[in-house]
């Protein structure tokens, strides 16, 4: 089995250094992870401006790039090959419920889905890596029970996995959840620069909204390791109809306001 790893911390995080010995253990694993901290980069990939690698001392791979412009580089040139998996993280934090859309970890994984492999983003509920070991070691599980199970290498599919950070005794059964959803953002954090500019920080994450029984929120709540089966194609296929009964005929042009 061959495997790609990427993350969005960046090559140096404790998280993708877990990952990488954990997997390489039980197969054949490459690194190409960006260069620093990409974090919330979601699928962006840089257009115009170059991108180098370069190689750190223990082989991993970085790029001046996105967490996707590094899985892309791989994929299309880089490795020579075609992996079996690519998987990222492990993640400093949670990517549940809306944080998907915005997560440079799932945004790797994706991108390696969208090659057409199957590809797994992997998390940890808090930050500080604490019970890091573990973490790495439940990813190997599952990674192992879908290869046991003749997941990987056939058709693409694109799990998101968040682990508790607890021992791995403590771990609860993996459960598949549903994507839980969030709250809006915190207000913009405004602050002076030295020059009297206003500079604006993004606001944290909002707090659970939708994190009832069958979400991936209450799922680590519980202990539980969450697993959802994410898609790409944003149809919203409910209210397809109802948009299709609007009609889009010509509207009369409308006068000027100086007419």
Not at 59 to 86: E, M, S
């Amino acid at each position: 089995m061959k495997i790609l790893i990427s993350n969005d911390d960046g090559y140096q995080a404790p998280g993708i250094v877990a990952l990488h010995a954990a997997l390489s253990a039980v197969a054949d694993v490459e690194v190409v992870a960006p260069e620093h901290n990409n974090s919330a980069k979601s699928n962006a990939l840089t257009l115009h401006s170059p991108l180098y690698v370069h190689t750190a001392a223990n082989g991993f791979r970085y790029v001046n790039g996105t967490p996707a412009d590094c899985v892309h580089i791989a994929l299309t040139g880089l490795l020579g090959y075609r992996p079996d998996l690519v998987v990222s993280g492990i993640n400093n934090g949670a990517n549940m419920g809306d944080d998907t859309i915005y997560s440079g970890t799932v945004g790797a994984a994706m991108e390696g889905y969208l090659f057409g492999i199957p590809s797994i983003a992997f998390s940890q509920v808090d930050k500080g890596w604490g019970e890091l070991e573990a973490a790495a070691q439940q990813a190997r599980q599952i990674v192992l029970q879908l290869q046991a199970q003749q997941r990987i290498g056939l058709e693409p599919w694109l799990l998101n996995v968040n682990i508790p950070n607890l021992p791995l005794q403590a771990l609860r059964p993996a459960q598949w959840c549903r994507l839980g959803r969030r709250h809006a953002a915190e207000r913009v954090i405004t602050q002076q620069s030295p020059r009297g500019e206003t500079m604006y920080w993004i606001g944290g994450a909002g707090a659970a909204k939708d994190n009832g029984e069958g979400t991936d929120f209450y799922a680590t709540a519980q202990g539980h390791v969450s697993l959802t089966p994410l898609r790409v194609d944003l149809t919203d296929y409910e209210h397809l109809g109802a948009w299709q009964a609007v009609a889009m005929a010509p509207v009369a042009a409308t006068p000027d306001k100086g007419d």
